[in-house]
């Protein structure tokens, strides 16, 4: 793995990367770097896209109508993510921030929110949910931002799961005393964690789930968790046992 920079600031761009490029910033975007960041004409920054991997760039405008980076040299190529969906059941505001940003930290390809019976939130900022996600990536060095799927009704999460998509399935009643072990074999493979709301999947959308192909039912333990915090200690687990932590 590419020894990654964390010492330069780092900003990700709409536009397209390559040698002597001129990139144009937006207005909150300039005011971090020569207002919170005081960069001068010369300092560098680290660009990414989600499509050319990550690049050097030199500030040589900034002044109060356009705020510029010229494009120098690719430090990393760009990579591809796991293939790993990550599907939960809305939580409010600061809750749904930090779940989004810690997704994006473990390595998640596609943020899909599912409207179960006793999710408790039901309107989502997905601007906000985009913002929290580049934030992560900008200050985890990661390359790729995932997708943000618009909410579905969980019966339609459940029609349109690909049977060839290990679900794993985080239910507290799940008798699983090693989830590691739960997991052994359903390596290389699509994978999706499945994060229920804070009061639980109901019975009927818990035997739905037990009834699809490809399923893990995975307890995280004798502890009852915060959706989450569940959603990081899932995560952890399906990436050491059969994700890119391997």
């Not at 004409?41 to 050319?52: Q, Y």
């Not at 980076?69 to 993510?81: A, C, D, I, K, N």
């Not at 580049?134 to 019966?155: D, H, M, N, S, Y």
């Amino acid at each position: 793995m590419p020894r990654i920079d964390f010492r330069s600031p780092r900003l990700h761009v709409e536009a397209m990367l390559a040698p002597g490029a001129d990139v144009t910033l937006t207005k909150p975007q300039a005011h971090y770097l020569t207002h919170v960041l005081r960069l001068n004409t010369g300092d560098t920054v680290l660009l990414f896209n989600g499509r050319d991997g990550e690049w050097r760039a030199t500030l040589t405008a900034a002044g109060k109508r356009d705020t510029i980076l010229t494009v120098q040299e690719q430090t990393r190529g760009q990579t591809v993510p796991l293939d790993l969906h990550y599907l939960f059941a809305p939580l409010k505001h600061e809750r749904l921030d930090y779940m989004v940003q810690k997704a994006v930290e473990m390595g998640v390809s596609r943020l899909q929110p599912v409207m179960t019976r006793h999710t408790q939130v039901s309107r989502i900022n997905g601007d906000r949910m985009r913002a929290n996600a580049i934030e992560a990536a900008e200050q985890c060095g990661i390359l790729t931002l995932p997708g943000i799927a618009e909410p579905v009704p969980f019966a339609r999460a459940i029609a349109e799961h690909d049977p060839d998509r290990v679900l794993v399935f985080c239910d507290e009643a799940a008798d699983v005393k090693d989830p590691t072990a739960a997991l052994a074999g359903r390596g290389g493979k699509p994978l999706a964690v499945l994060i229920g709301p804070e009061g639980g999947f109901a019975e009927d959308e818990r035997a739905a789930l037990i009834a699809l192909p490809n399923v893990v039912r995975l307890s995280l333990g004798p502890r009852i968790l915060r959706a989450d915090t569940a959603a990081v200690a899932a995560l952890a687990v399906v990436q050491a046992a059969i994700g890119d932590w391997k």
